[in-house]
T-cell receptor, first 118, second 115 residues
């Protein structure tokens, strides 16, 4: 298994440009997440999905959009890029959360995309 | 909502010494506390986790302790080795009753193990 793959690895955007960060997992995980990592700030959840066709906002969704048409793919769209979106972006996936309270599983992270907006 | 504070932000130890990283959380309903290790240029990877019905968990040289009353949990690494050098993140369950698996992460600790 390749696990979670992300493309591109690096990208430089100009202010106002748009792009899509790709994320694919081959573990048949239903749960997928997008995070951004800024120095000293930890990982902030942007969007998440609990299955194909279902997405929802995380802590910092403004300026981003997602879609989940298949179990495998969870692309993140940046519209009208701004310097504040300069960050490292990580996609993660997790096996289905069990029923009831307190059922959590390991999140498997991709290698990240380093994005700079100038 | 849940908030997780992590200390220290940087930690430097001599090889063979122990390292301790501490986290506090705000939501007493949080019930899952994982620790992730991020090596340079890679994504974070789970190294150990603990659930709220357990006070301590060990896995070889690493251990995690949880104090639910004080709402804090800690990562302990014994006999540190240079390959332990990395950024470590603690996390707590966000919206623990929602079954979405969402986590809130601490700010991260950069651990340097000097040979």
């Amino acid at each position: 298994n390749a696990g979670v793959t992300q493309t591109p690895k690096f990208r430089i955007l100009k202010i106002g440009q748009s792009m899509t960060l790709q994320c694919t997992q081959d573990m048949n995980h239903n749960y997928m997440y997008w995070y951004r990592q800024d120095p000293g700030m930890g990982l902030k959840l942007i969007y998440y999905s609990v299955g194909a066709g279902i997405t929802d906002k995380g802590e910092v969704p403004n300026g981003y959009n997602v879609s989940r048409s298949t179990t495998e793919d969870f692309p993140l769209r940046l519209e009208l890029a701004a310097p504040s979106q300069t960050s490292v972006y990580f996609c993660a996936s997790s096996p289905t959360i069990g029923p009831g309270q307190g059922s959590y599983n390991e999140q498997f992270f991709g290698p990240g995309t380093r994005l700079t907006v100038l | 909502g849940e908030n997780v504070e992590q200390h220290p932000s940087t930690l430097s130890v001599q090889e063979g010494d122990s390292a301790v990283i501490k986290c506090t959380y705000s939501d007493s309903a949080s019930n899952y506390f994982p620790w992730y290790k991020q090596e340079l240029g890679k994504g974070p990877q789970l190294i150990i986790d603990i659930r709220s019905n357990v006070g301590e968990k060990k896995d070889q040289r690493i251990a995690v302790t949880l104090n639910k009353t004080a709402k804090h949990f800690s990562l302990h690494i014994t006999e540190t080795q240079p390959e332990d050098s990395a950024v470590y993140f603690c996390a707590a369950s966000l919206e623990p009753h929602s079954n979405t698996g969402k986590l809130i992460f601490g700010q991260g600790t950069t651990l340097q193990v000097k040979p």
